[in-house]
């Protein structure tokens, strides 16, 4: 079984920084494309930034320029109320050396900004 786990999320001023992280544990051969996904309220879950297992990344335009995304953390700088949302975690893993890859998600973590 494989677990993942976010921490870092909090409430922080508009103009300021938050780093998250997103831990995994449990039987894990390889980690493939990690992700950070957000939701807010009334509205649908949407990509943040992405890294595949060779470093390469991408992001979405709202966030381009003020978010890092790395393996193990997410750097978030001159937040905006905007980006204020649930944010999770989720990455390919194979368990084994010759199995198949799932995809795995965190719980969540939270991050208010305020005005």
């Known amino acids: 079984q494989v677990h993942l786990a976010e921490s870092g999320g909090g409430l922080v001023q508009a103009g300021g920084s938050l780093k998250l992280r997103c831990a995994a544990s449990?039987?894990?051969?390889?980690?493939?494309?990690i992700s950070w996904y957000r939701q807010a309220p009334g509205k649908q879950r949407e990509l943040v930034a992405r890294i595949t297992s060779g470093g390469a990344t991408n992001y979405a335009d709202s966030v381009q320029g003020r978010f890092t995304i790395s393996r193990d953390s997410l750097q978030m700088n001159s937040l905006k109320p905007e980006d204020t949302a649930t944010y999770y975690c989720?990455?390919?893993?194979?368990?084994?050396?010759?199995?198949?890859?799932?995809?795995?998600w965190g719980q969540g973590t939270q991050v208010t900004v305020s005005s």
């Open positions: 449990g039987r894990i051969f390889s980690i493939g494309t």
């Open positions: 989720t990455a390919t893993i194979k368990s084994t050396y010759n199995g198949g890859a799932n995809d795995y």
